[in-house]
């Protein structure tokens, strides 16, 4: 496989690796945004989300989790941005699902995860909640 991630994960790649256990592993992103910007990424490999097993999502939130704690307790950030990138429109460059969780301070020039797209719809809010609806009574 040629996944620049996995690669990580099976050690064929060094990089600055922060924690590690049976099924997750955590590192320092090589372009950060913020000192201690980190990447979790699970050792199965699954390219988003949607393609990751149920019985891997809860090992991926608890090392993110215990990453935000260890971010919080050693940089003394302001808060923490956490998030996901799925498919290459939302800037996912790595095919490999990852969780990133930038350290904020107060006054960095960052903005709310909110403010990343501004693609208003001229449908209502109604309207897009029966079209998700209809869609879920037809899975």
């Known amino acids: 496989m040629d996944c620049f991630f996995c ?31 980190a990447v979790v990424i699970p050792k199965f490999h699954a390219v988003t989300i949607l393609d990751l097993p149920d019985a891997e999502l809860e090992p991926l939130f608890s090392t993110v989790k215990k990453m935000a704690a260890l971010l919080k307790g050693a940089l003394a950030p302001d808060g923490i941005t956490i998030g996901m990138n799925q498919g290459r429109a939302s800037g996912q460059e790595v095919d490999h699902l990852h969780v990133h969780l930038i350290p904020r301070w107060h006054e960095d020039g960052g903005r709310a995860i909110q403010s990343v797209v501004n693609n208003k719809s001229g449908e209502s809010v109604e309207e897009v909640k029966n079209k998700i609806l209809e869609a879920q009574k037809n899975k």
């Open 7 to 37: 690669k990580i994960a099976n050690k064929e790649v060094q990089t600055a690796v922060i924690y590690e256990d049976e099924k997750t592993m955590a590192f320092l992103d090589i372009h950060p945004s913020a000192p201690g910007h």
